[in-house]
């Protein structure tokens, strides 16, 4: 069923779900939540998909992936995360860097150092780049020790699902995460993004989390149906976040 967000989380229900290190990272760097946060993160934590529609620099991205580097870092707490990749953020656009820069490689970063001060130990948690030009050396180190998130495009999703040596990386993946999904949904790019999520969601063997992402988007529900895919004919459950 395709339904709308209507709980906004207060900043306070959000922070008490997250890991406690998690948790006050984000409340020394943030003394409130944006739109996309109140509404996503916690419904994403709960293991629902959702699509967030916001303008850009609204924190969406943040938003879907606070709950999960949460998850991983409670994992990695404990001495308990694998060698396997547990996301997957896929982007039409080759020019990634910024945007996971700011949203994940900094966040991770803060997150360890104050783990350290406060003398907690913790594994690290990896994330890696995987497109076609990812030289022949990274994607031999990634099949060796792959990332817990892997950031791709849509073709190479694709090769990498069909790949022998690397699917088996892909087979315990929990979050799904598109961005920039409104430019997928009526090109020949998403029609074969939506096979790929289709192989993952069979090589996982469970019904990963999806997450969409998008700043212009409509109409809704159509999107929102291209994100989660059909079973038995029937259009999976999708949250849709409208914080337009």
């Known amino acids: 069923m ?27 760097n943030f003394s409130s939540l944006s739109p996309p ?13 959702v699509l967030v529609s916001s303008p850009t620099g609204t924190g969406k991205t943040l938003a879907a992936f606070l709950g999960i580097v949460s998850r991983l870092f409670s994992l990695a707490r404990r001495g308990e995360l694998e060698d396997r990749i547990y996301a997957v953020y896929v982007s039409p656009l080759r020019a990634l860097n910024n945007d996971i820069y700011r949203n994940l490689e900094i966040p991770l970063r803060e997150i360890y150092q104050l783990a350290r001060e406060r003398g ?37 999703l694709a090769i990498i699902l069909v790949a022998p040596k690397f699917r088996r990386h892909l ?21 074969h993004l939506s096979l790929s999520l289709e ?28 994100l989660v895919g059909y079973e038995d004919g029937r259009p999976r459950d999708c949250l849709i976040v409208d914080a337009r």
Do not use: C, M
């Not at 948690?125 to 060796?144: F, Y």
């Open 171 to 191: 087979e315990g993946v929990e979050w799904v995460i598109v961005d920039e999904i409104h430019s997928l949904v009526e090109n020949k790019r998403g029609v």
């Open 2 to 28: 395709i339904s709308r967000a209507e709980r906004r989380y207060s900043y306070e229900e959000v922070l008490s779900r997250l890991d406690p290190t998690v948790a006050e990272w984000f409340s020394a």
């Open 120 to 156: 907690i130990e913790a594994q690290e948690i990896r994330h890696a780049v995987r497109t076609g030009d990812t030289p022949p050396s990274e994607r031999q180190r990634q099949l060796r020790k792959p990332p817990h998130i892997l950031i791709t495009t849509p073709e190479t």
């Open 37 to 49: 946060q109140e509404y996503a993160v916690v419904p994403i934590l709960e293991g629902k998909n």
């Open 199 to 226: 192989r993952l969601e069979e090589l996982a063997g469970r019904s990963p989390v999806r997450i969409g992402l998008s700043a212009t988007i409509n109409p809704l529900d159509v999107v929102a149906e291209f």
